[in-house]
């Protein structure tokens, strides 16, 4: 298996880069769904947030209101400190049970794992390859505003939340520029791709 570690900031076009990864054949796994898996209805991880912040983070329907959690531990760092170590080890052990599934499947399968927080979350998997998707920040924030509606002042401060761009370039073997076309994007992402199979196939 050969783990590529795929991260950058909000609305910096990880998913366009990751899809494109997998039309070139590679398996996906997605850390933002692991996170939803791993806090979903009749989880202990859903127990332990309910324990730590109440009934009101509940839906009527006992499964999680991100939205509201969202705005509860938003701008408190003890608030996502605490939600952080509820989610965060549950994230690990199930994408590690998926990267050892891909590989059970496929010995030499290319495996992107996309995690928005590998800087933040100090992901630790033994990663062969870690790639960032960088934009101006200025760029993402229009981008939440047009193609996601948020209000731009919050997108802003989404944006001003995260990791810089400078801390993730201290982890990045590649840096994928994703602030021009479409096109641009996708070129660099298939040169990659093709600097991957010349380096594997001469392993």
């Known amino acids: 298996m050969y783990l590529i570690g795929l991260t950058g900031g909000i609305a910096s076009g990880k998913s366009t880069v990751a899809r494109r990864l997998v039309e070139h054949g590679a398996v996906h796994i997605d850390a ?3 996170a939803r898996e791993a806090v979903g209805r009749g989880t202990s991880g859903l127990a332990e947030i309910r324990e730590a912040f109440g009934d009101g983070v509940l839906r009527a329907d006992g ?45 030499d399968a290319v495996v992107v794992y996309d995690v928005p927080l590998l ?7 033994p990663f062969d390859l870690v790639v960032v998707t960088e934009a101006p920040a ?49 070129g660099q992402v298939d040169d990659l791709w ?10």
């Open 63 to 107: 499964s999680l209101d991100r939205a509201r959690l969202g705005e509860v531990v938003f701008g408190d760092a003890a608030a996502r400190e605490r939600l952080n170590a509820i989610v965060h080890p549950r994230v690990r052990e199930l994408s590690a049970q998926r990267m050892a599934d891909a590989e059970r499947r496929d010995p």
């Open 194 to 203: 093709a600097r991957l199979r010349e380096l594997r196939a001469r392993s």
């Open 119 to 125: 800087v933040e979350a100090s992901v630790d998997h």
């Open 32 to 34: 933002d769904l692991l």
């Open 138 to 186: 200025a760029t993402r924030v229009d981008r939440l505003v047009d193609e996601r509606g948020l209000e731009r002042g919050h997108a802003q401060a989404r944006v001003d939340a995260q990791a810089s761009d400078a801390e993730r370039r201290e982890v990045a073997d590649v840096v994928i520029d994703t602030g021009g076309t479409l096109s641009h994007t996708m």
